[in-house]
C-alpha cells in the first residue's frame, strides 16, 4: 500500500531532514502512479497557505489532518495508532484534496509555467482528428464541483472535446483541473494560440463530390421526419402527409 510505504520510507530517511523534503516525497508518491501523469507538482508553500484553501474546508473530514498528512505534519506516533481502514481513508482525503488544490494552483503564474512545459511535451495527448495535425491538447473539467464528471481534454485547435484513451486518466475527476484552467492557459500564453484548420473532410463517391442538390434534399426529407415525429407526439397525426 502507497501510504505504508510512505510510513517505511519516512523512518528509514536520514535524521535532522526537513519536512519540506518529505512532502516532496509524499508528492511524488502520487505524481508517480500511473494515471496521475495529467498533474503538476503542487509547491508545499501553496499547500500550507491557508488562504489559498478557503471554502476547501468541507470536502474532507478532519481538513487539518489531511494537510499535515500532505506535508509530513503528522506525528508518527498518530500514525501508528490510526486503523488501517483510518490510513486508507486518510490517503483517499489527501488525494481528493491535493486534486482539489491542484485546481486552484494551475491557475497561478507557477502553475501556469508548470503546465506550459507538460503542453510543449504533449503530456496530455494529442487531438486525434486528422486536421489538427497532432496538436496537444489541455486537460479541462466541465464542472468545478468534484464527483460529477471526469476530466476532459481540450483542443484549441478544432475546439473541440475529446475523453482520455487510458481508462486510468479517463477516471479522473475533472474538478482537479476546473473550467477556468483551459482559458486562463490560452490568455497567458497567446503564441500557444494555433490556427484554426481551414481543411474539412468532404465524403466523394469515385472521387466526385455528392451532388449539392441531393444533399439538400437529404436534409429536407430529414426536417419533415423530424416535424412528423414531434406532431405524432403531440397527437396530430392526420391531414399533414
Avoid at 488562504?51 to 499535515?68: A, G, H
Avoid at 482537479?176 to 497567458?188: C, R, V
Wanted: with cysteine; glycine share 6%; hydrophobic share 35%.
Amino acid at each position: 500500500m502507497a501510504d505504508v510505504e510512505m510510513v517505511e520510507a519516512h523512518s528509514d530517511t536520514v535524521d535532522g531532514s526537513d519536512s519540506s523534503e518529505y512532502a516532496e516525497f509524499w508528492i511524488d508518491l502520487f505524481l508517480g502512479r500511473k494515471g496521475h501523469e495529467y498533474f503538476c507538482d503542487v509547491d508545499t508553500d501553496y499547500i500550507i497557505d491557508r488562504f489559498n484553501l478557503i471554502n476547501l474546508q468541507k470536502t474532507v473530514s478532519k481538513f487539518t489532518q489531511v494537510i499535515q498528512y500532505i506535508v509530513d505534519e503528522l506525528d508518527d506516533n498518530a500514525l501508528e495508532q490510526m486503523s488501517s481502514a483510518r490510513i486508507d481513508q486518510l490517503e483517499h482525503d489527501a488525494c481528493k484534496l491535493y486534486g482539489l488544490i491542484h485546481a486552484r494552483y494551475i491557475i497561478t503564474i507557477k502553475g501556469l509555467q508548470k503546465m506550459l512545459q507538460k503542453y510543449k511535451e504533449a503530456d496530455f495527448g494529442r487531438c486525434p482528428r486528422v486536421y489538427c495535425n497532432f496538436q496537444p491538447l489541455l486537460p479541462v473539467g466541465l464542472h468545478d464541483s468534484p464527483g460529477v464528471d471526469c476530466v476532459k481534454l481540450y483542443c484549441p485547435c478544432c475546439e473541440d472535446l475529446y475523453i482520455p484513451k487510458s481508462s486510468r486518466h479517463s477516471s479522473i475527476d475533472g474538478a482537479y483541473f476546473g473550467t477556468s484552467f483551459a482559458g486562463m492557459f490560452l490568455q497567458a500564453f497567446p503564441e500557444m494560440v494555433p490556427k484554426h484548420p481551414v481543411k474539412r473532410y468532404v465524403p466523394k463517391i469515385f472521387g466526385f463530390e455528392l451532388h449539392k442538390q441531393a444533399q439538400m434534399a437529404r436534409w429536407q426529407e430529414l426536417q419533415r421526419l423530424k416535424l412528423e415525429k414531434t406532431l405524432g407526439s403531440k397527437g396530430v397525426n392526420k391531414g399533414y402527409k
